[in-house]
């Protein structure tokens, strides 16, 4: 009981942290631009090649890795009609691929979500639709996969001679990722949500609702990712209208409309900053620039001091789908040090030196030979 208040006490608090946040932001950009932006969807059919999957009731010759297989091809097909949205399958035919690398094709594309597609079975005459989003046990695994993604999204390959001091074991990076991970498991009950909607009110069939399990393609993934039943190949009925070709184009649209709806969504809460707001030019552009670079992360936060703990002048680059927040912007490598200095005091343990020439990012120890 204690724990289900403390529970709701949190999501109220996350609530009115989004609310204050929201008021922040409004009141102190002048412009809001929306994002032209793609949006990549992965889409995953389930098993494959030597794995087939389920095979429905005995002689009925269905295969889920084929029926998934047709469905997420639909489900593409219809997507690539949106010239934002752009699709990535993990398999486009019969072929066995790892639980892992379907994470990691998926993340390696920075995907804006995972929808993996699969086909019940049952002892029973069990039917219906449903849809998994990661439960709470999956993420410590999930949290490790982060850690090491992050490093490679936001740091790049050669990280460690790049960005001295960096370290995503720290509390900080750890406590980032695991908001990341919190507003992954926010958007995906939404999109689970939509689709279920959409199988149930559309296409009638028999709501299994969204759950939470532990499924393991949806712990290598470090975005917004769900996983699709469509519904039980061996309840006779549901089988043969799954291993239809008029069933499978009916659960693809579903599933095509409810991730356009998605993206839609997305698209209203995607803002990038007024031009203004980015100040580059510091110094002159063939100078070297050193900057403390304190924090990281896909949310847009306005540079005003009191967002940073205080520190002021606080530059925010819009690096692929995340930001990054540079503090103490000097030519002098012996100023930078101060300014890593003040940064660590006020709390951004973890931060680090980086350095640009003429924009463009080389190592600290290239910078400071050419100081
Ligand atoms: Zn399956």
Redesign the pocket.
């Known amino acids: 009981m204690i724990i289900l208040q403390m529970h709701k006490f949190n999501i109220l608090l996350k609530k009115l942290f989004y609310v204050i946040f929201f008021i922040t932001f409004l009141s102190t950009s002048s412009t809001i631009v929306f994002a032209q932006k793609n949006y990549t969807i992965v889409l995953d059919a389930?098993?494959g090649g030597k794995d087939p999957?389920?095979l429905g009731r005995k002689g009925s010759g269905y295969k889920?890795k084929n029926i998934?297989l047709n469905v997420a091809l639909l489900v593409g097909k219809e997507l690539q009609k949106q010239k934002d949205i752009k699709v990535i399958f993990t398999r486009n035919k019969d072929v066995f691929i790892d639980l892992w690398k379907r994470g990691d094709i998926a993340n390696t594309a920075k995907a804006d979500l995972f929808v993996s597609i699969?086909?019940d079975s049952h002892t029973s005459n069990a039917y219906g639709a449903g849809t998994f989003v990661l439960g709470l046990r999956g993420n410590k695994k999930n949290l490790e996969i982060a850690k090491r993604e992050n490093a490679v999204i936001l740091l790049e390959d050669n990280y460690k001679e790049k960005y001295a001091g960096f370290d995503p074991n720290s509390a900080e990076s750890v406590i980032g990722l695991s908001l990341l991970q919190e507003e992954n498991l926010d958007k995906s009950l939404e999109i689970a949500s939509i689709i279920q909607k959409n199988f149930t009110s559309k296409l009638k069939r028999l709501d299994r609702k969204v759950k939470q399990d532990n499924f393991q393609v949806l712990r290598e993934t470090i975005m917004p990712s769900v996983l699709v039943e469509l519904g039980f190949l061996t309840n006779k009925k549901e089988g043969r209208f799954l291993n239809s070709s008029s069933g499978q184009k009916q659960m693809a649209k579903s599933i095509a409309e409810a991730i356009e709806s998605y993206v839609d969504h997305l698209k209203l809460n995607t803002v990038t900053a007024s031009v203004n707001e980015i100040k580059t030019d510091v110094t002159s552009k063939n100078d070297i620039e050193f900057k403390v670079q304190i924090a990281s992360g896909r949310n847009l936060i306005s540079t005003k001091s009191y967002n940073f703990k205080g520190l002021r002048e606080v530059q925010r680059v819009e690096v692929g789908n995340y930001y990054k927040y540079y503090y103490g912007i000097t030519s002098q490598y012996k100023e930078v040090l101060k300014s890593l200095k003040t940064a660590k005091q006020k709390g951004y343990t973890s931060a680090f030196v980086v350095a640009f020439k003429n924009g463009e990012k080389i190592s600290v120890k290239e910078a400071n030979k050419m100081e």
């Open positions: 389930g098993h999957g389920n889920e998934a699969h086909c």
